[in-house]
Every structure is written in structure tokens, then in C-alpha cells.
């Protein structure tokens, strides 16, 4: 039975607004690679390590809903062929000379929550990006997206990069959220002011909430500056991408979430899990590896003279 997240900030928002949600869980990445199909389409080499989650029919080139339906999704919903990705998060126990990925408790995309009321279903073929990968600061960030991170259920102060300074008693939690406008049209998107602007549709908003778990990572904990950081750098740069795979039919479904009722309400294959194991599409490129993700981008970053003598032994 999903719960909702019990910190001030959504009992705040729940006092105002108090529409019903859907949320669907994903247990792990299925995959961790240095490829971004929505910033670097159609590039190897150019994007820093994700960690993927739900369709396994993503590549360098995924462009379209239909081509994620095809796939294998790891979301426990059979009908959510969604593709979802964040920066993979990263921990040393050594100091900083070697960087692993850090364990997970479970991914979750809520759909709707706290939201007021969603018009269109989330269209086909749509694609969201939440947050700045390129921030270096906490001024950096795009206020909307409210990329946070914390301990679950846990008030705890941040450090210099915006990780918990010392060690949660559950899960480090990372929240994300999402543009809920959208012009159906053009499928360009933009978060709402109270309204969504002229020529915009709302839609239900997607929110990540990511339960990492550093408890077997780093069984010592931490106090001060958190041994971590995200593959884009700290905290700041954190951000979240996503392809709509959800079939029509259930994204159409998701609409029944706007009843004006705070609680959990299922979309058509909740709780179904596809009878299939997803895997890489082009495992021949590309890699999992968090020190040759980042030879492979200063590679990229040569410059001319660099390219040319590459491309000559390729
Ligand atoms: C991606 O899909 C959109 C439809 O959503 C289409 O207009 C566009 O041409 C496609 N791009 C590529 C590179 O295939």
C-alpha cells in the first residue's frame, strides 16, 4: 500500500489542495549508462552516467511512445512503459579515489499528487526534463522543479553540496518535480503559476521520489560533508528525465485522479508486472562504468585535433 510522504512541506500543500494521486514503484535501474536520448540525441560519449528506469527500449535515438511500448518495463504497472532517468548517485568509502553507485530502496513516480485538477491526459510521444544538470550552486537550480534532497521522514541540515550532513535513519530521499503544463500541440511544456499560460493544457504533474539507501554503502554513516555526489556533480545539478510510454488508454485513465479526495487511486495495471526481464538494446556502445563515463566524456572534449586523429582508428 503506497504511502504519501508525511513532511511539512506536503502537509502544507495537502491543506490547500486535495485532489487524489497515482503513483507507480520501480525496485531498480535496469540499466546505468552514459547516454541522455532527450539532451544528446543520436551521441555516445556527450552525457554523463544515468541510472534508467521502467521501458529497456531506450537508446541514444528513443524518440516516440510507440517505440517504448515495444520494450520491457521493470515499473509495476504493465501498462507504464515509461522511460524515467536521474544522474546516477554516487558514494566512496576511500576517500574520493573510487566512486560506486549507490543503493536504492525503491524509485516512485507520483502522479497528480497535491495537484489541482489535470484537463488533458498526459499526451504521446511527450518529454519532460525537471532541474539544470549544469548547476554548480544552489542559485543555479530552477526553483520549480524543487529538486531536493533530504532524509525520509527526517529533518536533517544540508551540507556545502546539498546532501544530508550526517547519516539518515532510513533512506535518503530525492524529490523532482515536473512541468504539468503542456501544449498539446506542439508538446513543448512549462510549469504553472497558479495557471498554466496561454495555449497550455494542465496535465497530471509527474514528481520523482527516490528512496537511495547508503545504509550497507556506508555502514559507519557520515557526519559533516556526505561522501557522496551525483554523476553531474553535487546536489544542485540534480535533475530528472522522462519519455511518456504510459498506453493511452491508462494515461486517459490517470484523469480520475482529479476527484477532490486525498488518497491513492489505482490506474489500470497497477500492480501487474510485465512477464519479461529488461536489458540494454545497444550494449555494444555506451558504458555502466562511472570512471569510463568520464574518460569518455574528456575524450569528447579534445577539441578538433583530438577528433580527427580518434576518428582515423575508429
Ligand atoms: C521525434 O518524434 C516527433 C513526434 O513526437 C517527431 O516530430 C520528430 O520528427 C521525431 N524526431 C526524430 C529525430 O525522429
Known amino acids: ?40 540525441p543520436g551521441q555516445y560519449d556527450k552525457s554523463h552516467l544515468h541510472s534508467f528506469f521502467g521501458s529497456d527500449a531506450v ?18 504497472n504493465v501498462n507504464d512503459l515509461s522511460v524515467y532517468w536521474v544522474p546516477t548517485p554516487l558514494f566512496t568509502a576511500d576517500g574520493g ?12 513516480a507520483y502522479y497528480n499528487l497535491g495537484e489541482s485538477e ?29 529538486a531536493t534532497w ?32 503542456v501544449n498539446t500541440e506542439t508538446l513543448e511544456t512549462a510549469y504553472a503559476d497558479r495557471t498554466c499560460p496561454d ?3 494542465r496535465m497530471p504533474q509527474l514528481r520523482f521520489s527516490i528512496r537511495w539507501d547508503l545504509r550497507k554503502n556506508l555502514p559507519n554513516g557520515w557526519s559533516g560533508e556526505a561522501p557522496v555526489k551525483l554523476a553531474c556533480g553535487p546536489a544542485w545539478c540534480s535533475h530528472g528525465d522522462f519519455i511518456n510510454g504510459w498506453t493511452e488508454e491508462a494515461a486517459t485513465d490517470m484523469l480520475k485522479t482529479t476527484v477532490e479526495k ?12 510485465a512477464d519479461c526481464t529488461p536489458a540494454d538494446p545497444d550494449p555494444d556502445h555506451g558504458t555502466s562504468d562511472y570512471a569510463e563515463s568520464v574518460a569518455a566524456m574528456s575524450k569528447r572534449s579534445v ?3 583530438g577528433w580527427k586523429s580518434r576518428s582515423r582508428f575508429m
Open 118 to 146: 489535470a484537463e488533458v491526459a498526459i499526451p504521446q510521444n511527450l518529454k519532460l526534463v525537471a532541474g539544470v544538470a549544469t548547476a554548480t550552486t544552489k542559485e543555479g537550480m530552477d526553483a520549480s522543479a524543487k
Open 1 to 40: 500500500m503506497p504511502s504519501i510522504l508525511l513532511n511539512a512541506a506536503a502537509v502544507g500543500f495537502f491543506a490547500q489542495a486535495a485532489y487524489a494521486y497515482t503513483q507507480v514503484n520501480v525496485a531498480s535501474p535496469f540499466m546505468r549508462k552514459n547516454i541522455d536520448p532527450i539532451v544528446f
Open 59 to 76: 537508446t541514444i535515438n528513443t524518440n516516440t511512445s510507440a517505440e517504448l511500448q515495444a520494450g520491457c518495463t521493470n515499473a509495476q
Open 97 to 108: 579515489t573510487t566512486w560506486e553507485p549507490v543503493g536504492i530502496s525503491r524509485f516512485s
Open 262 to 273: 486525498q488518497k491513492y487511486i489505482s490506474v489500470i495495471g497497477d500492480g501487474e508486472t
Open 150 to 181: 533530504g532524509c525520509e521522514s527526517q529533518d536533517v541540515a544540508l551540507d556545502s553540496n546539498g546532501f544530508p550532513s550526517s547519516t539518515c535513519n532510513t533512506h535518503v530521499q530525492q524529490l523532482l518535480y515536473f512541468p504539468q503544463c
Open 303 to 305: 577539441g578538433s585535433w
Open 199 to 201: 495555449g497550455f493544457k
